[in-house]
């Protein structure tokens, strides 16, 4: 059973501190993983990806993956109240063909004005 | 460009009955997903299109549900006879290729209230 964990939240930051969310996944063979941002009552959308060990940034977002811990998170620097959603972590494992994709439960975000 | 096409939005039925959903993907998109998410859950994907074959139907409760993409273009998921317990958002994706990098672009989903 493939598992994608992430806290529920939710998660408080006043305006302009760093957010910190974290993911850890139970399949040593995933390949890429993807952090989506979902508003409530609207689709997921895409924040960034990351494949390999190490930081990836663009703009406030910062991936950070740590493949021997089976860890990403999501940094999200200078938050503004229009980053409050909810946070949805999302593992890619499988072969070529097959790719599947596995979601977390999501962290709520709130970023206090 | 435009996005991934879903309809109806809302949807309420008594259970027992059945229902459908269309997804219109992306234009030039080969791979198309169908996902359900309930209430406080992410997205768990239930099949999955590589043009019009099935690539992934694994978590598919195939007694109720099933799904076709006919001409690898457009896509109906169907449920009968729906369940209380399928009440959620039903999310369309898709995507270019099928390679592990690729993104992954939503509908804005069909919120079926199952009473």
């Known amino acids: 059973q493939k598992e994608v964990e992430q806290n529920s939240g939710p998660l408080s930051v006043p305006e302009g501190a760093i957010a910190s969310l974290n993911c850890t996944y139970s399949?040593?063979?995933?390949?890429?993983f993807f952090w989506y941002r979902q508003y409530s009552g609207k689709s997921p959308e895409l924040i960034m990806f990351i494949y390999s060990n190490g930081d990836k940034e663009d703009g406030r977002f910062t991936a950070q993956l740590n493949k021997a811990s089976q860890y990403v998170s999501l940094l999200i620097r200078d938050s503004q109240p229009s980053d409050s959603a909810t946070y949805l972590c999302a593992v890619r494992t499988g072969g070529a063909g097959s790719y599947q994709l596995t979601f977390g439960k999501g962290t709520k975000l709130s970023v206090i004005p | 460009e435009a996005g991934v096409a879903q309809s109806p939005r809302y949807k309420i039925i008594e259970k027992r009955q059945s229902v459908a959903f269309w997804c219109n993907p992306i234009s030039g998109h080969a791979t198309l997903y169908w996902y359900q998410q309930i209430l406080g859950q992410g997205p768990k994907l239930l099949i999955q299109?590589?043009?019009?074959?099935?690539?992934?139907d694994s978590q598919l409760p195939k007694d109720r549900f099933s799904a076709e993409r006919l001409k690898g273009v457009d896509s109906t998921l169907k449920i009968q006879p729906a369940k209380l317990e399928d009440s959620a958002v039903y999310l369309c994706a898709s995507s270019h290729t099928h390679s592990s990098t690729d993104t992954q672009y939503f509908g804005p989903g069909t919120r079926l209230t199952v009473l």
């Open positions: 399949d040593r063979g995933s390949q890429s």
């Open positions: 299109f590589q043009n019009n074959g099935v690539v992934d």
